[in-house]
């Protein structure tokens, strides 16, 4: 198995640009959870989903970021718009039912100037 | 509401001396506990995990944990420390109910010095 793919790796962008993370989980696995790690607050969960559904969004900072799961094998995190306080790595984790382990992306590094 | 503690900010070992990294945390049910490494430029991996039964558990790369209820601790120990260890440690907390959302700690950064 390729594991959690995210993409992209690492992004830069200005200010008030729109960003798009991608995120493909473990095939099989019905849960994946976005999470945004910064030397401050550490290790976030922003958002969460259930079989393509959205369970629990309380982790989203503001209404500039959103998240969909239109597929059971890709989500995507969009930040619109950018600021530079956004700058952190991104990652993906997902999991399978009946387990409680969380199998972790490489991560995308958003730097925003 | 879960929270985890890992004390430990930093810890500095000598490579081939023993390792504790400390970490407690609070539910209010039999919790589900994680111990995750992460190297630098990388994602989380998973080194162990506790459900139930026996209290000492094994992981990946020589590491072991025991869970102490009386202490509500978990704590993650390696008996001889290689320079490939030196990374950064998060304990997480997670428990029954839809989604299992896990609770993580701070980290602690491990150094080795040869």
């Known amino acids: 198995d390729a594991g959690v793919i995210q993409s992209p790796r690492h992004e830069v962008t200005e200010m008030g640009q729109e960003v798009t993370l991608r995120c493909k989980p473990i095939s099989g696995h019905d849960y994946l959870f976005w999470y945004r790690q910064t030397m401050m607050r550490g290790l976030e969960l922003l958002i969460y989903f259930n079989n393509n559904v959205p369970i629990d969004d309380s982790g989203m900072p503001e209404d500039r970021f959103s998240a969909k799961m239109p597929n059971a094998s890709f989500s995507t995190l969009k930040i619109q718009p950018s600021e530079p306080r956004d700058s952190a790595v991104y990652f993906c984790?997902?999991?399978?039912?009946?387990?409680?382990?969380?199998?972790f992306g490489p991560g995308t590094r958003l730097t925003v100037t | 509401a879960q929270s985890v503690t890992q004390p430990d900010i930093h810890i500095t070992v000598s490579e081939g001396a023993s390792l504790e990294l400390r970490c407690n945390y609070s539910?209010?049910?039999?919790?589900?506990l994680f111990w995750y490494v992460q190297s630098p430029g990388q994602g989380l991996q998973l080194l162990l995990k506790?459900?139930?039964?026996?209290?000492l558990v094994q992981g990946i790369k020589g590491f072991e944990a025991e869970f102490k209820r009386s202490q509500s601790s978990f704590n993650l120990r390696k008996p001889s420390v290689h320079w490939s260890d030196a990374a950064e440690y998060f304990c997480?907390?997670?428990?029954?109910?839809?989604?299992?959302?896990?609770?993580f700690g701070a980290g602690t950064i491990l150094r080795v010095k040869s």
């Open positions: 539910y209010g049910a039999t919790p589900y």
């Open positions: 984790a997902s999991r399978g039912a009946g387990v409680n382990e969380q199998y």
């Open positions: 506790y459900f139930s039964g026996d209290t």
């Open positions: 997480a907390v997670g428990g029954t109910g839809r989604g299992n959302k896990l609770v």
